[in-house]
């Protein structure tokens, strides 16, 4: 999980440094695997405004420029190759002494790490005390400032202060946590989760995202929605939005996508990822012209049903998979990828927005059947709650207004089998501190579970919390307690011996004494072990031409397959002992020891 420092103080106020931030994390129960400063390479790169640039000398493509650096030296010469370069322009200039990236592919391969050192010098006879740089030598792209990717010296913005560093103009001056999230907590693989996280930690108010949206009347025909299966979907929500305009995203979405490898495509596709990095909400976008029979059905598809993914693959499908279909055809692998069918176009004009809830086991077990996955299926196979997928929709609404790219109608759906209220629990605070071992104050644990959202009431020694919806790993007394133990300090904790712990020697048991001297014995006969799975592909049984009603046949097949070569139950050991045979063949390995 990739968070950037700018994007979480979006939503706490953090005051301290990324190093301190770290730590907290860790102390509860977040490891940051890399912590990243994203100008790590550029120094003593500041803001440079071209006073004169006249044609050099002694060659006639170079340029001598004397550029303004504010306290770095109002008059500082440098010789320039930029095609583009004018007088009065502002551009980022690397200092004497000062690092950018290396973009000479041959210079890479003697500097591993991408530093490239500028150093005062001659060009063709006339000192140069410095460079102007391009985006690429500032290792940036469009995505972090507009121009980047042109050919030759970035072009900055009449705005940017004379002698600023560099980076914080176009957005280098920031850290990227690279943390690692435990299973039970799904609700962390978003910037949000996080974010609550902190808050807590640094025991600071959690501002909201900004959800609110305004709804218009549209003459457009209703989108129907019907959930066949809500066993496999327990919510499933869906907007219309009209007027849907292309273009390109602003500046800090892009930049925002780019920080967490994704490419922006087009506002509406990108408003989709955005929410999914941001609230943990998978979301997928129609056309909605391309919906035939007006409406949504959410079902099983029928055995052999096909469908074309949005990466162009073609998958046949079973009853055991979920598709989103329209009034005739699947028009999407529910939690995996839309259908090609019904894309976002760059001439889209009517979009129909899904946000839901799938079964995770079912997203997992179509996920690894037909070997395809993405962001989405990573999502849902880690858990989404049914109270973030509102919050994704109405997120996603809000931000096709700021943007200006479509009109939210009143057109909607939200079919819903799950229970939206919050769980509540008692406990005894007398437990949860025999758990711990110490007794924790009662004050201290009020406060603790109200930072993290559990609404708690103490009374005597009862303690009531409210879970919230996104905290499903919370099921029990020794869950809270350690929510309680990580924001309290595990520093407090007493280490303490088991009553009755006991230290036995190891040693083997005497079948397992009995197993080692037949495998010696075997060994010392010129025999070889063969280990290979319990299971393997049903094709076995056509190759080893069994008779339909042969016995080896009557496998058991495995619900939740590696893959389908590994899908049945092992009947009888030749198929795998042939496999170790042919895989040694054609390695050269004749004696058949791999």
Aim: aromatic residues 6%.
């Amino acid at each position: 999980m990739k968070a950037p420092l700018s994007w979480l103080k979006d939503y706490v106020d953090i005051d301290i440094s990324a190093e301190e931030l770290a730590g907290k994390l860790f102390s509860c129960g977040f490891e940051v695997e890399e912590l990243i400063y994203l100008g790590e390479k550029v120094s003593r790169v500041v803001v440079g405004q071209v006073k004169s640039a006249v044609p050099h000398p002694d060659s006639d493509h170079m340029k001598v420029c004397v550029v303004d650096c504010g306290e770095y030296g109002h008059d500082v010469q440098i010789v320039t190759g930029a095609p583009n370069v004018f007088e009065g322009m502002k551009t980022p200039v690397a200092l004497d002494g000062s690092t950018v990236c290396e973009t000479n592919p041959a210079m890479l391969e003697k500097n591993p790490d991408g530093v490239k050192k500028i150093k005062k010098g001659k060009l063709r006879g006339v000192e140069s005390c410095g460079m102007l740089c391009s985006g690429e030598e500032l290792g940036i792209n469009d995505d972090f400032y507009a121009g980047a990717e042109v050919d030759g010296l970035l072009v900055l913005d009449e705005s940017a202060p004379v002698g600023e560093d560099i980076r914080k103009i176009v957005g280098l001056d920031d850290w990227i946590f690279d943390i690692s999230v435990t299973a039970n907590r799904p609700d962390c693989q978003c910037i949000l989760g996080m974010a609550r996280e902190v808050a807590a930690a640094l025991k600071k108010p959690l501002k909201a995202p900004d959800c609110s949206y305004t709804e218009h009347k549209t003459n457009a025909a209703p989108v129907a929605v019907e959930v066949v299966a809500p066993d496999l979907c327990p919510r499933y929500m869906g907007h219309y939005v009209e007027n849907v305009t292309g273009g390109v995203s602003p500046a800090w979405m892009r930049k925002r996508l780019a920080l967490s490898g994704l490419r922006s495509i087009s506002p509406v596709v990108d408003i989709t990822n955005f929410v999914l990095l941001e609230l943990g909400q998978p979301m997928h976008a129609f056309d909605a012209d391309e919906l035939g029979g007006g409406k949504i059905v959410v079902r099983r598809a029928r055995q052999g049903e096909k469908i074309v993914t949005l990466d162009k693959k073609e998958f046949t499908l079973s009853p055991e998979n979920l598709v989103i279909c329209d009034g005739g055809k699947p028009v999407a692998l529910a939690g995996i990828m839309g259908g090609l069918n019904s894309e976002i176009k760059p001439e889209t004009k009517n979009v129909f927005f899904e946000a839901a809830k799938f079964a995770r086991d079912n997203v997992r077990k179509t996920s690894r059947a037909l070997g395809q996955s993405s962001d989405s299926s990573f999502r849902f196979e880690k858990g989404v709650d049914a109270y973030t997928t509102g919050l994704g929709m109405a997120r996603a609404l809000h931000l096709i207004e700021e943007l200006g790219c479509g009109v939210v109608t009143d057109l909607s759906e939200d079919c819903c089998a799950a229970s939206l209220e919050n769980r509540k629990m008692t406990a005894s605070v007398a437990k949860i501190d025999a758990l711990l071992g110490i007794e924790v104050p009662k004050r201290e644990i009020e406060e603790i579970l109200a930072r993290l959202n559990f609404k708690p009431v103490l009374s005597g020694d009862t303690l009531t919390v409210e879970i919230p919806g996104y905290r499903d790993d919370v099921d029990d007394y020794p869950d809270l307690a350690e929510e309680i133990i990580r924001m309290y300090g595990y520093e407090h904790l007493t280490p303490t011996f088991l009553e009755k712990a006991s230290v036995t020697g190891g040693g083997l048991t005497d079948e397992q004494k009995r197993e080692l001297r037949l495998k010696n014995v075997l060994r010392t006969q010129g025999f070889n072990e063969a280990c290979n799975y319990s299971f393997y592909s049903p094709k076995e049984f056509e190759l080893f031409r069994l008779p339909e009603d042969a016995a080896e046949r009557n496998a058991v097949r495995i619900l939740n397959p590696i893959s389908e070569e590994l899908s049945v139950m092992r009947t009888f050991l030749a198929p795998s002992m042939l496999g170790n045979a042919v895989r040694n063949l054609r390695r050269g390995n004749d004696e058949g020891r791999e």
